[in-house]
């Protein structure tokens, strides 16, 4: 094979452990061979594909949405090698450089379908230059009815570990997170065996109370799926899911900063009590995100999508049509967060959670080139994935 650099100068680079003026990064095939200032930029050879960016853009590391259902059209859901790709091209113009196919409560047998499409697409269509689909969130079906959301309540079914072993070999142990209820009967169980098993378990569509939750976190939670939605809010008399998962700090909350689905003001809260540590930004996208209004299926349910709100017949908010640039524009407009924080909120903590930060989640040497180039608006111009060119808008 032959090897292929790019370097990529001028622009402001927010590097792991450093923010480097007028830096640049060389990238050998897939991987960042070299950081640095641009005075001691490395000689250029002929072989060498150089990108010369503006002084005022930034170079930061590429996006990790471990919450995404669909975009474009397609949906994990559809249990189709071609919605998968339609997702990994698109994905990189908000600057997504890998994500979680989420999956959605129905029927044993639809999600099976979905988890070995998905392992399939793992083991033999992952692309460099588009976003790397780094393995499945289960979103359901083992949450709580009282709060299912746009989840369908006829296949919401209990924790079952027996099922859950037997989803995870169709997976090919492709499983990376579960959203649970963990106050539902075995709940606890799954969470310790989810644990165990070095998959993330998430509380989220769950109704615990304060105590249940803290139950859980000793068995083994240490993720919120996006907080404050499908979920027992705060009361002054029981701080409910919202508030135990605030309060401790070994859980990451997800969070889809869209202004819709958590008011700014909750955003800030939020962001006060967690602290950039504490926040995963996600989409929580459904088949819609670029498409615009109409009318679509999430797992089974007719969606209806207005303006940037993606509701039920009956009102009831599900998913959104969100790209992960916006949010981290939201984030640093309704929190007065830096772009620091962001990147550790939609880069540094998702990798975390996944146990990847030695390939992903930062611009470090040795890591996976996964670079997204920023506009003095922050926009994303231009994005690489695994080293090669996923997206550019002309800069």
Known sequence: MKTKRILVTNATVYAEDKIIDKGYVLVENSKILDIGSIQSLPRLHDDMELVELDESYKLIPGFIDLHIHGAAGADTMDATLEALKTMAKILPQEGTTSFLATTMTTSPEDIEKALKNAANYIQHENSFGEAELLGVHLEGPFISPKRAGAQHPGHIIAPDIELFKKWQEIAAGYIRLVTLAPEQENGLELTKYLRD????????????????????????????????????????????????????????????VDGIHVGPEMVRFAYRNKGANGIVLITDAMRAKCLGA???????????????????????????????KDAMKNMMSFAGCSLEDVIRM??????????ILDRKGSIQKGKDADLVVLNEEYDVVMTFCRGELAYSRGI
């Not at 939609?346 to 146990?355: R, S, V």
Request: glycine share 12%.
């Open 197 to 256: 098993s070095g998959v993330v378990a998430s509380i989220g569509h769950s109704d615990a109370t304060y105590k249940e939750v803290v139950a859980a976190i000793d068995a083994g939670i240490t993720h919120a799926t996006h907080l404050f939605n499908g979920m027992r809010g705060i009361h002054h008399r029981e701080p409910g899911v919202a508030g135990a998962v605030l309060m401790h700090d070994e859980v990451k909350c997800e969070m889809i």
């Open 346 to 355: 939609a880069a540094w903590n998702p990798a975390k959670q996944l146990q």
């Open 294 to 324: 109409g009318t679509y299926d999430l797992g089974g349910q007719e969606v209806t999508v207005d303006g940037e709100r993606a509701t039920l017949k009956d009102g009831t908010l599900a998913g959104s049509i969100l790209k992960l």
